[in-house]
C-alpha cells in the first residue's frame, strides 16, 4: 500500500510540476505568463519602479535562478553584467533569447536625429515585436515540455489574436496622423512603435543627458513647428526638463513607463496621447 501512494505522489508531482523560468522586465512577464499558463513558474527580476539599465538583483532574486529551467533574456542593459553571474551560478539553466528574429534598431539623439552606435533595447513597444516574443517564448516551452505543447499553442493562438487587436486599436486611433508625425519623449523608449506606426520619436535627452540652454530653445522651437501636443517622460527618470518644457509650449507632461506589465494597454495610452485623444 505504501508503495502504491508513493508511485502516485510521484506521479502527481511529475504531472502537476511547472517549469520555472526568469523574465528580466514586467511586460516579458506578461508575455511568458499568457502563453505558459499555469504550467509555468515565473520569476521576475527588475521590480516595478526600477531601472534596467542599472538593476541588481536581490538575495532571493538569485535564489529564483538557481532554481529555474529556462531564463528568457530580452536584451536590456543589466543582462550584460548579470547573465553570466545567472548562468555560473545555475549552469543547467537555459538561456533563451526572445529578441530572436527581430531586427534591433539604433537608439535616437536628439536634435537632427542622429543615431549613435548603441541599439535600443525596447523591442516589446511594438506589437509586431511582441509577436516575434510570443512565438519564439512558445518554441523554447514546447521544446522544454513537450508533453504540453498543444496547451502551450492554444495559448500562443489566443496571445497572437490579442496583439493582432492591439494592432488594429492602435491604427484606428493614428489614422488621421499625418505619416512621420513627431511626438516628444524625454528618453527615447519608443522607437520600435514609432517604427511600425510610421511615426517620428524626437528625444530630448541622450544617455541620461539632459539638452544644453541653447539645445532645449531649438528643442522648444522644433516642438512648436510640429505641433507637438504631449511630452513622454517616465517614472524611472526626473522631468525637471520636460516640465519646462510643456510650461513653454503649453502641453500635458505624460508619465508612461515601457515597463508596465499590461502593455497592451500602455500602447493604447501612448496612441491616444500622440493623437491628442485623451
Keep these: 500500500m505504501k508503495k502504491i501512494v508513493t508511485i502516485l505522489i510521484l506521479l502527481t508531482t511529475y504531472i502537476f510540476s511547472n517549469i520555472n523560468t526568469v523574465s528580466s522586465i514586467l511586460p516579458e512577464q506578461a508575455f511568458i505568463e499568457a502563453i505558459g499558463g499555469d504550467k509555468v513558474n515565473v520569476a521576475l527580476m527588475v521590480l516595478p519602479g526600477n531601472s534596467p539599465h542599472t538593476y541588481e538583483p536581490k538575495p532571493s532574486q538569485m535564489k529564483e535562478v538557481a532554481r529555474a529551467d529556462l531564463y528568457f533574456a530580452i536584451g536590456v542593459e543589466f543582462e550584460k553584467v548579470w547573465l553570466p553571474k545567472f548562468t555560473s551560478l545555475n549552469s543547467r539553466m537555459q538561456v533563451i533569447d526572445v529578441t530572436k528574429g527581430i531586427q534591433k534598431l539604433a537608439m535616437q539623439s536628439h536634435l537632427h536625429h542622429n543615431e549613435h552606435e548603441t541599439l535600443d533595447p525596447h523591442v516589446w513597444t511594438s506589437p509586431e515585436n511582441v ?25 500562443l493562438d489566443i496571445f497572437l489574436k490579442q496583439i493582432a487587436q492591439t494592432d488594429r486599436q492602435i491604427r484606428t486611433i493614428l489614422k488621421e496622423m499625418p505619416k512621420g508625425s513627431k511626438f516628444m519623449v ?40 510640429e505641433k507637438i501636443k504631449a ?8 522631468d525637471s526638463v520636460a516640465k519646462t518644457m510643456a510650461k513653454e509650449l503649453n502641453i500635458k507632461v505624460v508619465k508612461v513607463s515601457p515597463m508596465q506589465k499590461n502593455w497592451s494597454e500602455n500602447l493604447l495610452n501612448i496612441a491616444r496621447a500622440i493623437a491628442g485623444k485623451e
Design 131 to 155: 509577436r516575434i516574443i510570443a512565438k519564439n517564448i512558445y518554441d523554447a516551452l514546447a521544446a522544454a515540455d513537450p508533453e504540453n505543447q498543444h496547451y502551450y499553442r492554444q495559448n
Design 186 to 225: 524625454f528618453h527615447p523608449s519608443w522607437g520600435y512603435f514609432a517604427h511600425q506606426y510610421g511615426l517620428t520619436q524626437l528625444p530630448v535627452e541622450v544617455e541620461g543627458k539632459s539638452p544644453k540652454p541653447r539645445e532645449l530653445i531649438e528643442l522648444i522651437k522644433e516642438a512648436r513647428q
Design 231 to 238: 511630452v513622454f517622460t517616465q517614472p524611472e527618470f526626473s
